[in-house]
Protein backbone atom coordinates (compact mmCIF):
# COMPACT_ATOMS: atom_id res chain seq x y z
CA UNK A 1 0.00 0.00 0.00
CA UNK A 2 3.01 2.79 1.03
CA UNK A 3 4.48 1.58 -2.26
CA UNK A 4 1.26 2.05 -4.23
CA UNK A 5 0.95 5.68 -2.40
CA UNK A 6 4.89 6.47 -3.45
CA UNK A 7 4.27 5.31 -6.90
CA UNK A 8 1.27 7.98 -7.13
CA UNK A 9 3.30 10.62 -6.22
CA UNK A 10 6.14 10.11 -8.41
CA UNK A 11 3.82 10.17 -11.27
CA UNK A 12 2.04 13.61 -10.05
CA UNK A 13 5.35 14.73 -9.91
CA UNK A 14 6.19 13.68 -13.60
CA UNK A 15 2.99 14.68 -14.81
CA UNK A 16 3.50 18.53 -12.71
CA UNK A 17 7.03 18.66 -14.81
CA UNK A 18 5.61 18.04 -18.19
CA UNK A 19 3.28 20.15 -17.74
CA UNK A 20 6.01 23.31 -16.47
CA UNK A 21 8.29 22.20 -18.89
CA UNK A 22 6.18 23.74 -22.26
CA UNK A 23 5.45 27.10 -19.99
CA UNK A 24 8.87 27.48 -19.01
CA UNK A 25 10.30 26.90 -22.29
CA UNK A 26 7.51 29.67 -23.62
CA UNK A 27 8.91 31.92 -21.06
CA UNK A 28 12.26 31.53 -21.80
CA UNK A 29 11.96 32.06 -25.40
CA UNK A 30 10.01 35.56 -24.56
CA UNK A 31 12.57 36.54 -22.13
CA UNK A 32 15.11 35.81 -25.12
CA UNK A 33 13.39 37.88 -27.48
CA UNK A 34 12.69 40.81 -25.66
CA UNK A 35 15.99 41.27 -24.79
CA UNK A 36 17.64 40.65 -28.82
CA UNK A 37 14.78 42.94 -30.38
Given amino acids: MQ ?3 CLL ?3 LQ ?3 L ?3 IP ?3 VLGL ?3 LR ?3
Avoid: R, W
Fill in 23 to 25: YSA
Fill in 18 to 20: VTL
Fill in 30 to 32: ALL
Fill in 3 to 5: LLG
Fill in 9 to 11: SIL
Fill in 35 to 37: VLL
Fill in 14 to 16: MQF
